[in-house]
């Protein structure tokens, strides 16, 4: 069964630091796979997705995201975290036929000045 | 900006009782995904719909159902709510293609089940 696991439930840094979040998925074929951020009060906003090719990805707001098959991980990074990224952050994974979607629980990123 | 929108912005209900919530798609998005999203939990898949049919469900039962009208917008109808029904409802709108193309989210209904 397909699945999503993010290990880390909330993380702290400091502004300026870099950041890695981490995602897991279980899928019997070459996934989709996607970032989403959501902000209090809002629906989810689409950071990066990969599908296929470079398995790293550069997606919005400096983020980027590097897709290991061998380790079926898909893990978020910015090298200098903004105050203004906190929020709570969720990976997610589609079959191929694109009629399924799996989230993992999220991250929620705390940002200290 | 997204341009997918939802309505109710919040509701509240009754165990019971039935509610139908309502989406409309960003223009020319021709598939609608619906999740529920649990307090501190990720969004679950409930449904996609592509062109007025559904093309996928997740794991929810029967009495979670919806529609897709011809100007692609759409509703989800839960019957017999129960408590465990209070979320947040999200859906997603998609341009045409590749159905696991860009998805783009509206800001959700908040349902809270009494």
């Known amino acids: 069964a397909q699945s999503v696991t993010q290990p880390d439930i909330h993380i702290t840094v400091s502004e300026g630091a870099s950041l890695e979040l981490r995602c897991n998925y279980s899928?019997?074929?070459?996934?989709?796979l996607f970032w989403y951020v959501q902000s209090p009060g809002q629906g989810l906003q689409l950071l990066l997705k990969?599908?296929?090719?470079?398995?790293l990805v550069q997606g919005i707001k400096g983020f980027e995201a590097e897709f290991k098959r061998s380790q079926s991980s898909f893990n978020l990074r910015k090298p200098s975290v903004h105050w203004s990224d906190a929020a709570e952050y969720f990976c997610?994974?589609?079959?191929?036929?694109?009629?399924?979607?799996?989230f993992g629980t999220g991250t929620s990123l705390t940002v200290i000045p | 900006e997204t341009g997918v929108t939802q309505s109710p912005t919040h509701l509240i209900k009754t165990r019971g009782q039935q509610v139908t919530l309502r989406c409309s798609s960003q223009?020319?998005?021709?598939?609608v995904s619906w999740y529920q999203q649990a307090l501190g939990q990720g969004p679950q898949f409930i449904f996609q719909?592509?062109?007025?049919?559904?093309?996928g469900r997740g794991n929810f039962p029967p009495r979670f159902s919806g529609l897709q009208f011809p100007n692609y917008s759409s509703e989800l109808n839960v019957n017999a709510l129960e408590l465990d029904d209070s979320a947040l409802y999200l859906c997603?709108?998609?341009?045409?293609?590749?159905?696991?193309?860009?998805?783009?989210f509206g800001p959700g209904t908040r349902l809270t089940v009494l």
């Open positions: 997603a709108s998609s341009i045409p293609g590749l159905p696991t193309d860009t998805q783009y």
């Open positions: 899928y019997g074929a070459t996934p989709y």
């Open positions: 990969y599908f296929s090719g470079d398995t």
């Open positions: 997610a994974v589609a079959t191929n036929t694109g009629n399924q979607f799996y």
């Open positions: 223009s020319g998005h021709n598939t």
């Open positions: 719909y592509y062109r007025e049919e559904e093309n």
